[in-house]
């Protein structure tokens, strides 16, 4: 596989930097999750459900912030914001382990609001440091870190609560979150291009003047790969817990994990490659059929690795589709936006997939995870289809006056 476009991008200037930086501030996030069920269950003594509910008011709490807290990068660059959201992680984690659960569910939802936004400050970066040739292979190699990332940060949040404390875990979140921001405020990596930062600003358009047909079926295919990603490994949980192999989880995890590296590095290292629509679909379809085969857990493990050599090229076309379509001086909040899809489809995935498997099998999970992203697939094909609303200089699909178009690269 030639390795040259990747090679390229890094040597580009604050590239290796930032990508570093994004890679950390990202790890404490892919941790929080396992970290805060192993304390709700074993140092509060509450149940899954109970740990359930703060997770699932975290992540509500990020995705309704999320286009906020873009649209304040925009308005006031990024360091106001990295120092507010640093600030705001940092003291959440470290008073995590002397908050009874009452008040760790009610602060739960301001905490996920104001939770560093390393994914959608990772992309712009990337826009705005990376020429358009080249976004493909970065946005690739964003996805290939944030996969490094899940499959490190879980394990290490794991290792530290059952060897040490979830008390030492969850206050090394909070760490890691007050030392990446610290970085991210003194390096201040750049969120506009050269050009756009020498553009007279413009009057903000008004948001139904770019969120049109086109950016909102992008972001309902978003959605929908979430869908299906959550409800696939919703269904290899069950599959295997019911043929009793629940202890190869994290086999058959890593192996997902490898794979959609795999589709990335590919995506990105190829002169071309399938755009976003065509990707979903065929996340969605290969998954289908795991229902046939959902033991043993090695034949289970290798009949995953076709949908997911999709996964990550999945996600890097849709920020190259968000980028294409989102004016400049709005990029921020398109991102957040992008960030809310893909929560949002991850708490419509989990019970939906969760209801079908109580009222049939395991492996009919993969099947509802698959025909629920179809159905998200096709409500954002026809979206697409529809053209483009007109601006104000008449263009369709133009910026109001005075914001410049941010166009990536097409898949």
Known sequence: MPLQPYLEVLRLP?????????????????????TLTLHVVSELGHGYGAAGLVGTATTAGTALAAPL??????????????????????????????????VLLVVALPAGALVLPAGSIARQVITALVPEPRRRAAYSLDTISLETTFMIGPALGIAVSTQLSSTVALMGIGVVFGLCAAALYVVNP??????????????????????????IGTLLIAMGALFVLIGTELAALAALRESGEVSWTGVVIAVMCVASLTGGLIHGAVPRSLSQLPLMVLLAVLVIPVVFVTEPWWLLALALVPMNLACAPTMAATTESVSRLAPVSVRGEAMGLQDSATRIGMALGSPVVGFVMDHSQPGWGFVAAGL?????ALAGWWLQRRPARPSVTGRPGAAAPGCSDSVAATG
Do not use: K, N, Q
């Not at 291009?193 to 903000?204: F, V």
């Open 372 to 376: 629920g992203g179809l159905l998200f």
């Open 69 to 102: 807290v873009g649209r304040l990068i925009d308005r006031h660059g990024l360091r106001p914001v990295v120092a507010a959201c640093g600030l705001a992680s940092t003291a959440f984690w470290v008073s995590v382990p002397y908050l009874p659960y009452p």
């Open 14 to 34: 604050g590239t290796r930097t930032s990508f570093l930086l994004m890679a950390l501030a990202r790890l404490p996030m892919t941790a929080m999750g396992i």
């Open 190 to 215: 750049p969120i506009r291009t050269e050009e756009e930062r020498g553009e007279a600003p413009g009057t903000r358009p008004r948001m139904r003047a770019w969120l049109g047909a086109p950016l």
